[in-house]
């Protein structure tokens, strides 16, 4: 069985970057077809994909957020890490580690991020 478990900072100021771990377990983050990413839910609002990491390594990115945002993974901890700078009270959310397969099957249970001062 598959899991996944985000971890960070509840609070972060505006204009600083927000980061947060996704730990895998259950299912290596490079094997094929596998992608993995991050999606965000604002309060109020629905589902926002953020980006993904493939299992080859790559990246893909929303056009919205392309700019502010990084996702990398270190495979020896089986984890990936979202980096998202220059935050501001728009983002705001609830944000979940997910993988991609034939749909997004598996999500994390997603923690809680405020950008306020």
């Known amino acids: 069985q598959v899991q996944l478990q985000e971890s960070g900072p509840g609070l972060v100021k505006p204009s600083q970057t927000l980061s947060l771990t996704c730990t895998v377990s259950?299912?290596?983050?490079?094997?094929?077809?596998?992608?993995w990413g991050w999606v965000r839910q604002p309060p109020g609002k629905g589902l926002e994909w953020m980006g993904v990491t493939v299992y080859d390594g790559s990246t893909r990115y929303s056009p919205s957020l392309k700019s502010r945002t990084s996702i990398s993974r270190d495979t020896s901890k089986n984890q990936l890490s979202l980096q998202l700078s220059s935050v501001t009270p728009e983002d705001t959310a609830v944000y979940y580690c997910?993988?991609?397969?034939?749909?997004?099957?598996?999500w994390g249970q997603g923690t809680q991020v405020t950008v306020s001062s």
């Open positions: 259950g299912g290596s983050i490079t094997t094929s077809p596998y992608i």
């Open positions: 997910v993988r991609g397969g034939m749909g997004y099957d598996y």
